[in-house]
């Protein structure tokens, strides 16, 4: 367990702003580091550059009692910037960064009720000392031109965490979390991974996701484990940052999984690595396992973050075709018992004992879940249910571990978003030569996640291409919900109600394969 | 000779690579990633193979970095280097 923390319950109510003095001045973690590959910190410095930020910010009339919005990159900044909104209970939303080109559909305007918005400067210089960062240099303040003071009373309301969902490309909803059970949640993560101070942790994926954030960055730090921060990686910058940084811990996708695979050597080995955001093939775990060592797949979401992971002590079998056990105090159960179990019944012992597995959607009970959903003005949406229904099937083993099947409704898993399929038809739809689409899945797994088609109906008279049409999903999609194929058809074929036939178009389209 | 392979990789990447980036985009000091053509992680990968398939040599992983890969001028420049030595 954690060398610093050591367990000890008081931990449950520290605040974050001991937690980072602790790590500042242990022994154990002082002088491990936070990296970007440019700017590096120590541990001992964060106090200092925590209190710079609060004077600049001061400055700038920007304090605790204001709502900001930071567009976060996967840097020592960008980190700084986090561990000081954190530490000083700030209510704030974490946003991508809107320079990120390819995510087009992340670029939704401010949400009203921040009033500013905090934007990351890149670092030019090849390597600077964090001595020599001052925040003006890296951080630009704007007012939001669209603030909207929330019209319920928000002064009170501190030290909550504002995360876009990732569900539906059209939908605008956001989750609420309080910061202390982000913590809570981050300390499970820390123990499911045996995380410590004498760990080098790698964070690949965006920090302003909560996977990125909830189960690498959070833990990590309250870990006092080095840090190295990765921002749009791919393969040449992966091998590059772990040649340098020489990481035991890795926080993946399932495509750098199947990226280092098959490109990098197998000197190295992690105590430990995650994947999380899609499903990973059990013969990628395997054969990673073989090569780099224990890998595991994290299960969770905006709304809960980590759920369930297996450990990296777990046998290699529950890791490769499970997302093991839940998180402590996290209940998962079939959709079937959640009547029983909120009526106080014990969990379905009988069905335990029947020892035989049972596949039904996925519920789930978190301690530290999200609080709510609001909108862009800061209203209410629905608060969060005791259960929180997660769309995915899974089957449940007597033995507690459990296996994601996959989703219960019509959307994919592509590059770690989720598309509904609805929305990549509304969006070929705007297309003026289509008159009618439908996009269809298979279970085949291509390189950005599971296989999409788009079947096509062209207005008479029109001429348009497969190939045009799939040129121009480029401008209108985000990259990975382009679908792989495309297909014009003289007809779609219907049920009987009227409806598309969804299944024999599938098997038209596995027709044109064949 | 590294005008040809400038050339040649400009192809791979209009032609070849599932990208949708015209001919007349790259240049051949062009930025790869994120400042310039934008390419991707995914789209990286299999630039890597297409070249390795083109120009019939295996890249090394100490030979992955991102040094060759700034632009088409000094990716051109490694090819280069790489077929004029015999492999071993």
Known sequence: MNQILSGNMDVMIMAFATIISQVASSIHSQNNFLTDGRVTCRYQQLPTLLTAIDRYLREQGITGASCVALECTNSVPGALTLLYLFERQYRFMLLPPTSDKEKLTDRKPLPAFCQYQLTLQPISDREISADSLHPATFLTINANEQYQAESHATEQLRAKLYLRTSGSMGSAKIVVHAHEQLFANARNAVARFQLTSADRVTIAVPIFHMYGLGAGFLPAIIAGAAIDLQEHTHLLKYLEHERQFKPTAAFLTPALCDMLLQRRGGARTYRVAVSAGARLKAEIIRAFDERFGPLVNLYGSSELGAVSAAAPTDALELRATTIGRPLAGVTLAPAADVPALDAGEKPDASASAAAAPRTDELYCRHPYGFETYIDDYGQEIAAAATWFKTGDLATFSPDGSIRILGRADNSVNRDGYLVLLADIERAIEQIAAVAQVVVLTTPDERERGQYLAACCVLHPGTQLTAMQIRTQCFDILPRYAIPDEIFILDLLPTLPSGKVDRQALITQVGAIHD | ?88
Do not use: C, H, W, Y
């Not at chain 2, 590294?2 to 040649?8: A, H, N």
């Not at chain 2, 032609?15 to 790869?32: G, S």
């Not at chain 2, 120009?55 to 890969?69: H, I, N, S, V, Y």
């Open chain 2, 1 to 88: 000779m590294i005008e040809s392979t400038i050339d040649q990789l400009r192809q791979i990447i209009a032609e070849q690579l599932d990208v949708n980036i015209r001919i007349d985009d790259i240049q051949a000091d062009t930025p790869l990633f994120e400042e310039g053509l934008g390419l991707d992680s995914i789209a990286i990968m299999a630039f890597i193979t297409l070249i390795e398939e083109n120009f019939g040599f295996q890249f090394a992983e100490d030979e992955l970095t991102m040094e060759p890969f700034q632009n088409l001028t000094t990716l051109a420049q490694f090819v280069s280097a790489k077929l004029e030595v015999p492999q071993n």
